[in-house]
């Protein structure tokens, strides 16, 4: 399967790029980056440098938006720390990023490849999808499917009461992605909340191969935000589900439904209402994920972190 991966690395990002680039099943055709956690500098930092580390210097790594369409950025320092991935020394990155623009590799890539076979792995706010949605209208259709992390319904939100980060940050952006018609699979809190970062799991990702110890870094340092703040033992690892799904779908159980944006409302800005029980006629756009065999994920995480050979 041939993936992009849009990405504002974040440790999470991180593990669900190594995940991607340890799979033989998934064909990476490029990582395009954007402003989220960090700012763009470093998120475009951090992309190369875990390309670098799972050996992969020769993938194509492009900058994109910086900022939200309408709002100012809102970044996540206080869970990811001030690199956006802190918990792990690397060194810094040698691989040039590409010419292009993401927003224009987004476009130049679904209009080369054929219809129906490049699925789109957004792991933060969606600016550089909807705007290459805005701006080439005729890729929409050759999207075999959006998978993405984000949004929240039954779990509540974790940036402010209503909302997740990703669709809270550029909720325009999600509005334009809900709404293109495109085949999509959203990966909410309501299931990362249940991929906890335990210790054992935690010392089974440090173990596995030359990058299990980077891996360990990083997962450590994400939960001390989340443990105090949630009380739960381990943090929720949010976007490798995402990759998760398209390796193992039966991993994860969820419901066809109609996700609306909220984007007016200064209360409840970016957050995801799901219509889980069907109570409105409006039209099914999503299949939103709640239910993970959690076991099963890390494991898979596990075996695969295990097969990279490290930079
Ligand atoms: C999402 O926000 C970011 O902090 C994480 O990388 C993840 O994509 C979770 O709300
Ligand atoms: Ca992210």
């Known amino acids: 399967m041939k993936i992009i991966i849009d990405t504002d690395p974040g440790q999470d990002d991180a593990v669900a790029i190594l995940l991607a680039l340890a799979s033989p099943e998934l064909e990476v055709l490029a990582v395009t980056a954007v402003a989220g956690n960090v700012p763009l500098h470093l998120t475009t930092r951090n ?27 809102v970044t996540a320092e206080h869970v990811h720390g001030k690199t956006g991935l802190d918990g792990a020394e690397l060194p810094d990155p040698t691989m040039p990023l590409a010419d292009a623009h993401a927003v224009d590799a987004i476009i ?24 290459a949605l805005h701006r080439a209208p005729d890729i929409g259709p050759r999207i ?22 990703n669709i809270y940050v550029d909720p325009e952006a999600a509005h334009a992605v809900f709404r293109a018609g495109i085949p999509l699979t959203v990966l909410p809190l309501d299931v990362t909340h249940k991929a906890l970062t335990t210790r054992a799991r935690n010392e089974a990702f440090r173990a596995a191969g030359p990058v299990g110890p980077v891996v360990a870094g990083w997962t450590g340092f994400f939960e001390r935000y ?13 976007d490798p589900c995402v990759i998760a799904w398209l390796l193992q779908p ?19 800005r970016g957050m995801t ?29 596990t075996e695969r972190i295990a097969r990279l050979p490290g930079g």
Not at 65 to 71: E, G, Q, W
Not at 145 to 163: D, E, K, S
């Open 47 to 73: 992309a190369r440098m875990v390309c670098e580390l799972a050996g992969r210097a020769d993938l194509r790594v492009h900058a994109g938006c910086d900022r939200p369409i309408a709002r100012a950025l």
């Open 226 to 238: 989340d443990k105090e703040k949630y009380g739960t033992e381990g943090a929720p690892l949010h």
């Open 250 to 268: 039966d991993l994860f159980s969820g419901r066809h439904v109609n996700v609306e944006i909220e984007v007016d409302s200064p209360l409840t």
């Open 273 to 301: 209402v799901a219509d889980w029980w069907g109570v409105t006629d409006r039209p099914k756009n999503a299949t939103f994920i709640g239910g993970l065999d959690s076991d099963g994920y890390f494991a898979l995480l």
């Open 144 to 165: 075999a499917r959006i998978v993405l992390m984000g949004g929240a319904y039954f779990q509540v939100g974790n940036i402010t009461p209503a909302a997740e980060f």
């Open 108 to 131: 130049e890539i679904l209009r080369r490849e054929p219809p129906g076979t490049v699925t789109l792995c957004p792991l933060g706010p969606l600016t550089n999808i909807a705007t």
